[in-house]
Every structure is written in structure tokens, then in C-alpha cells.
């Protein structure tokens, strides 16, 4: 399971595993308080697409399909959270304000899609005629 979570949150024991990915460290904490199993600076949105949404609802649309091709892109940053999110639950750490509106939904979402693509088929094909 794969889910969100504001880094200004208290740690929870049904978190599993914490992962920041944010490229910038968040306002106000400190790297001992947070509590991480890893800090993935590479796997946000590139310093430019992150300027340019600048966190307006509005232009999430764009930044989500900018994003979406730049994890397409580089599946090196990413495929480590498919394997802690396979192990049990991966919780993404945001430090946005809008808590539907970010680069972790996007990428949670993203990740998701790769688990069920990986997935075994759901109907076998049947070989009874045979």
C-alpha cells in the first residue's frame, strides 16, 4: 500500500516505511526529529517544473503530466519505492499545503500503476478445448 502524508505530521506505526521526496529539505524540521527510512531528492519534479506550478491547483494538469513523463523518464530514481511499497506500506512525505494538489499524489499514483502493471494477470487463459 502506497500512501501520503504531510511531513509536519506525527509518525504513526501503520506509516511503514517514510520516504521524503521533496527536493528541498522541509521549513522547520530537523533531519534526527523526522524519523526517515530515506530522503529521495531526485525522484521530485525537476527544480523548473516545480517553479513553474508553483503549487496553483490550476496548473496541476500540466505539472502532472510533465512529472508523470520525467518518472517515465528515469526509472532509476524510482523503482527502490516499488520494492519497500511490495514489502508493506510506503508512506510518501510531502511538504505542500495542498494535500491533493502535489508531487507526491502524482507520484503515488505513478507508482501504483507500475505495481498493477507488474502484477500477474488477473483470469487465466483457458485451455480446456486442448
Given at each position: 500500500m502506497i500512501?501520503?502524508?504531510?511531513?509536519?505530521?506525527?509518525v504513526e506505526e501503520e506509516d511503514g516505511r517514510r520516504v521524503l521526496v521533496d527536493r528541498l529539505w522541509p521549513r522547520g524540521c530537523s533531519k534526527a526529529a523526522l524519523?526517515?527510512?530515506?530522503?529521495l531528492p531526485e525522484v521530485a519534479p525537476a527544480t523548473e517544473?516545480?517553479?513553474?506550478?508553483?503549487h496553483d491547483p490550476a496548473a496541476f494538469a500540466?505539472?502532472?503530466?510533465?512529472y508523470r513523463a520525467q518518472l517515465a523518464g528515469h526509472p532509476e530514481h524510482w523503482q527502490g519505492l516499488l520494492a519497500l511499497a511490495?514489502?508493506?506500506t510506503l508512506t510518501l512525505l510531502f511538504a505542500a499545503r495542498d494535500s491533493e494538489h502535489n508531487n507526491a499524489r502524482v507520484l503515488a499514483e505513478f507508482l501504483?500503476?507500475?505495481l498493477d502493471r507488474r502484477a500477474d494477470p488477473s483470469s487465466p487463459?483457458?485451455?480446456?478445448?486442448r
Open positions: 500512501q501520503c502524508k504531510r511531513v509536519y505530521q506525527g524519523q526517515l527510512h530515506a530522503w517544473l516545480r517553479r513553474a506550478f508553483d500540466e505539472f502532472r503530466r510533465q511490495e514489502q508493506g501504483e500503476q507500475e487463459v483457458c485451455y480446456a478445448d
